[in-house]
């Protein structure tokens, strides 16, 4: 008994650390199985939940007061703050926008212009707002196939000068309460001083498209993309939701975009100048996520066509220096993403890209 019983007590200990070893390595597999599960469930969440969180405004803001005058129906609006970019006196950018003072080749014509009315858009100009009724969009106030353009315009305007200037070939026209200045052409020009420093002018006749109101959806949608953007001092939001067919007729041999086409509700821009560039973001805002992961990807891969087309000097041989230049610029500088049901296009503008071709310049071709 006593030589068996160490013997046996020693085959328990044995036995009983044995059947528990497996048991603390299970449990230990478990624990870090659990913990892999939960960071990558973490991570799949995160990811998921940005893939379907909207994307955010490129330079979200409050909209200019501006623009509450505008008729809120027009399916595209765009905005200048002329006053901000002026600020950028001395940099080429200015320069390019025609705000670095008068030039002393501009045209006749204008300089006739700015002599007869006091008004030089460089000088006098503070903001614009614009409201488009594209020529396949039915406008208020307008015959069919007829766009429409509204514009409210901020500044200093010299009302005597601007009145007589419209007198000599135009009218004054009584309105309900109100009157405004009728002005032949082609286009003919429509206007009215809603205060000392403000205007508003058409080429409808008459103002009475001021008046027209969008219904209550329409208005909540333009003004939800207006904010993604208004924080901008030049910026653009249009629906593309109500085009009509025969805009999509350019695409009837190649079903795929045209279907992209049709999935894309609403556009906006916004330029944010920078010293001498100017950073753009476009987005477009589709149907469902399935056509902006589409899109993003067919913009994507026609970026790198058109760069790899324009690498053979044979495609470069078909349009001048600049042309190519600018071509090759934008297939590589710009930036397509996705997230939700939106695609965002981001490009840096430089004034190089904006010069137009000087003769030196030229392709000699």
Known sequence: MRGGGPAHYTGSRVQKHSSLMPTSATKRALIAIAVVVCVAAAGAGIYLYRLHRPLAGSSAGTAPDILSQLPAGAPAIAYIDVAALRKLQGSQLAAMLGLAGADPHEEREYADFVRDTGFDYARDLDKVAVAIWPTSVPAPSGAPGESRIMAIADGRFDRDKIKAYALRSGEVVTQGAGSFYEVPGNPPVSFAFLSPTRIVLTNAKGLSILTTMPGASEQNAMRERIERVAGAPIFAVARTDTLPNSFYANFRNAPQFENLARSVQGLTLAGQPDGDEIHVAVDAECDSM?????????????????????SDPKTRGQMTKQQAALLMALASRVKVTNQNKWVRLTLDITPDMLAPASPAHADPR
């Not at 056509?291 to 087309?309: I, P, Q, V, Y």
């Open 290 to 310: 399935k056509n902006a992961l589409e899109l993003s990807t067919l913009l994507d891969g026609l970026r790198m066509f058109g760069s790899m087309a324009l």
